[in-house]
């Protein structure tokens, strides 16, 4: 439904002070221009050029919209509309019975103009003289007289104040009682199963106004009948408090759907159950679902937690043998540098002892000298079988065995390969002992 701005709203009736809601003509004008009749081949031309004459011959006046409504071989229909309903007669009276030239056409396009007719007109006339008289009987299986309201705006029938823009039953309600006391209302829109059941949607959007669908029984026929009437080419409009308006083209319509009748109600309630049902049935297994879904992240999450217990546990097993292996192995180095190297330090001791007997044996041997030659020692003069003799010999023969040894030693002392810096720790080893003693 279109929305648009009202300028002059003079003609505008009071439909609810409450709601700052009113009804206002709809001011609309049908413009049949009518095309030529010979047979004669003519230039094309195209509608837009017949709507600017119209739009000239009107001037200064505008129509607040005109819109194309049909077109054929025989006349082209526009349909205007004005802010008042006075207005749409001073168009009427501008543009009917004129003529429109076009260039290059030779026979000119007659313009008739017309009042348009109301947006619904198969309200059954039967209906209202049977509901005049009085002589229709209410039926319990038929629906009693309701309105079915298509293009409400949500946000004109919403509570003051509210963050969202869903209407409210009780402010239709108080807004259509100004026609009469109201039996039942129902607007789908509020139902969340109603879109499910009828497989529709009942909110529609116009020009970004979200609109809904209405259905209001009244409780007397005559209310029926007087709403209808009143309703009867008029759009909705709402004055805000800053003094604009706002109109809003409404469809009201007779409920031929019989939508407040006890089958149509039991109806609706069986599938409200059917639906609330298998909603149910669906939470339980959303439900289910969700236990199951937590229950497995449960079990997940413990195996994750002893994967990882098991993780520390073999890393501190780990990070213990470590440990262990690495005591293991700064005892056994401590242990063998405490034993005497078979390569190097087995050979710079061997150098000592060896050194140690050369020195002994050199000390030895100058001792020996020292009393041989205190006892005038000579082999060549001493009586053999005398025991000083043999004493001498004997003397003589250690000399010399020590004299050999000697020999040997420097000789073996000669062979050894020792590094100069054993060598000379084992001089000054040498020298601290010989001082010692």
């Keep these: 439904m279109t929305v648009t701005v009202v300028y002059d709203n003079s003609e505008a009736t009071e439909l609810c002070a409450a709601q700052h809601l009113y009804l206002k ?7 049949n221009v009518l095309l030529p009749e010979s047979t004669e081949p003519v230039r094309p031309f195209s509608n837009w050029e017949v709507l600017d004459q119209l739009k000239s011959l009107i001037c200064p006046d505008q129509f607040t919209t005109v819109r194309l409504s049909k077109s054929t071989k025989d006349f082209i229909r526009f349909e205007g509309e004005a802010e008042t309903r006075s207005l749409v007669q001073i168009l009427k009276a501008k543009l009917h019975g004129k003529i429109i030239k076009l260039n290059g056409l030779k026979t000119d396009l007659k313009v008739v103009a017309t009042d348009a007719q109301g947006e619904w007109e198969h309200f059954p006339k039967a209906k209202e003289t049977s509901l005049s008289d009085g002589t229709e009987e ?32 009780e402010i239709l309600r108080v807004v259509f009682e100004s026609f009469g006391k109201i039996k039942n209302v129902d607007i789908p829109m509020l ?14 959007f116009s020009f970004g106004l979200q609109t809904f669908e209405a259905f209001i029984q009244y409780q007397e026929s005559t209310d029926f009948v007087k709403a209808m009437e009143s309703l009867r080419g008029m759009k909705l409009m709402l004055k805000g408090d800053d003094g604009k308006a706002l109109a809003c083209n409404i469809k009201v319509m007779f409920d031929t759907t019989k939508h407040f009748s006890e089958g149509a109600i039991r109806r609706r309630n069986q599938e409200r159950l059917k639906l609330q049902e298998l909603e149910n049935q669906s939470d339980k297994t959303v439900e289910n679902s969700r236990l199951q879904t937590k229950k497995r992240k449960d079990e997940e999450r413990k195996t994750q937690e002893k994967r990882r217990k098991a993780r520390v546990r073999r890393r501190v097993l780990k990070e213990r043998d470590r440990h262990r292996r690495k005591k293991q192995k700064d005892k ?26 050369v020195e002994a044996l050199r000390l030895l041997r100058i001792l020996l000298k020292k009393i041989a030659g205190s006892t005038q020692f000579n082999p060549q003069v001493v009586d053999v079988a005398s025991p000083e003799a043999e004493k001498d010999r004997a003397l003589g023969n250690t000399l010399e065995t020590l004299e050999k040894e000697e020999l040997n030693t420097q000789y073996l002392q000669n062979q050894e390969e020792m590094p100069k810096y054993q060598v000379a720790k084992s001089d000054n080893k040498r020298k601290q002992k010989m001082k010692k003693k």
């Design 332 to 357: 056994a180095k401590a242990e063998v540098s405490q034993e005497p190297d078979s390569s190097e330090e087995w050979k710079e001791r061997k150098y000592l002892l060896a050194l140690r007997r």
């Design 138 to 169: 209410q039926d319990h299986d038929k629906s009693p007289d309701s309105i079915y309201f298509q293009g409400l705006p949500c946000k004109w029938f919403a509570p003051k104040g509210s963050s969202g823009e869903k209407p409210c039953e």
């Design 25 to 31: 003509p709809i001011a609309k004008l049908m413009i």
């Design 191 to 204: 139902d969340p199963y109603r879109e499910v059941m009828t497989g529709g949607s009942f909110g529609n």
